[in-house]
């Protein structure tokens, strides 16, 4: 490798790992994988299949050359010569906690570890690294490669440069790093996704609605909001000129009637799953995986891309990414 390229490892090549791949291999580093299944390249080379395909649809300029892959026979290899270690293994700490040992003991001293979790807290995680401030939850969301936001949660013994640093490499491929400032299980949108869950699954249980039924009040009402204003700035809308106060003087006392049971879990019956899975698959089964990704990646350029036109949410983002890819390659042509 050269000098100047820029390293990424990615431990675990599952979906989401697969993901980081991308995001990072078509921004032109050079991303060494390790994963002890067999079928891990197969599998990433799917989701690369995907990503490039959509990825650069969201863009004006051309993205840089892509990088190289390197798949790798061991942890040390992987991490040997990365300046971002991203984590993406299954979700049980023991697991986790013996893969930390083996990158620490073999990756460069500067090198940001992030982790790929979506419930296990820093404190959790660092309890067997002999320096904690290096690891951080770098919490992404599926697809990795075309959805930007990156839940960043670097604990207690942080360093605020070091998050600096590791927000700058984030954005660098494109991404939104939230700060997550405080520790928290499941940090903060799997925690309002989580409540959305329980609901829909007590409703399924019921027989109030299908698996269709609630996903058709997600995507033709509300789901669109949230895409372009998310909650509290689609709430202000709704309160009028009066704004936010008016709002929750209005549907405030709502809260206090009992809609919801957010705090009562239905159980996941051999019963209810099948209920779940044969509602699941007279919605969706028409439809292959793959088929399903693309249609997925496609919906989501477009919304994408037209918010773009508004300089607004995620498009907003682009744009800056946008005059980010152009600079770059005005450097590279003026060297």
Excluded at 137 to 159: I, K, R, S, T, W
Excluded at 282 to 310: C, F, P, T, W, Y
Excluded at 325 to 331: C, D, E, R, T
Aim: with cysteine; proline share 4%.
């Amino acid at each position: 490798m050269s000098n100047n390229e820029k390293v990424a490892a990615i431990i675990g090549g599952g979906v989401i790992g697969g993901g980081w791949v991308a995001r990072f291999l078509l921004h032109g580093w050079r991303v060494q994988v390790f994963d002890q299944d067999s079928a891990a390249k197969e599998k990433i080379d799917a989701v690369l299949d995907n990503a490039r395909a959509s990825l650069p649809k969201l863009f004006a300029d051309a993205m840089p050359q892509e990088g190289k892959l390197v798949f790798t026979s061991s942890i040390t290899e992987a991490v040997a010569g990365a300046s971002w270690i991203q984590e993406s293994v299954p979700e049980r700490l023991d697991i986790k906690h013996a893969v930390f040992k083996e990158i620490e003991a073999a990756a460069a001293d500067n090198a940001i570890i992030g982790s790929s979790t979506s419930g296990f807290m820093p404190s959790e995680l660092k309890t067997v690294l002999a320096k904690p401030e290096r690891l951080f939850v770098a919490h992404p969301f599926n697809p990795v490669y075309l959805l930007p936001l990156v839940e960043l949660v670097p604990g207690d013994e942080h360093n605020p440069e070091e998050v600096k640093r590791a927000q700058a490499v984030l954005e660098s491929i494109g991404m939104k790093p939230l700060h997550v400032r405080a520790e928290m299980p499941a940090h903060i949108a799997d925690r309002f996704l989580e409540a959305v869950w329980r609901e829909a699954l007590w409703m399924i249980k019921d027989g109030s609605a299908t698996t269709e039924e609630i996903d058709d009040a997600i995507r033709y009402g509300f789901g669109l909001r949230w895409a372009q204003m998310g909650l509290f700035e689609t709430y202000r809308i709704a309160g009028g000129d009066a704004g936010m106060k008016h709002f929750i003087a209005q549907f405030g006392p709502c809260l206090e009637w009992p809609w919801t049971k957010l705090m009562d879990v239905p159980e996941l019956t051999d019963e209810l799953v099948e209920k779940i899975a044969a509602q699941s698959d007279a919605q969706s089964g028409a439809h292959s995986i793959r088929e399903l990704e693309r249609i997925r990646d496609n919906n989501l350029v477009d919304m994408m891309v037209a918010q773009k036109h508004r300089n607004w949410g995620a498009g907003e983002l682009l744009n800056k990414h946008d005059a980010r890819l152009a600079a770059l390659k005005a450097s590279k042509s003026g060297s």
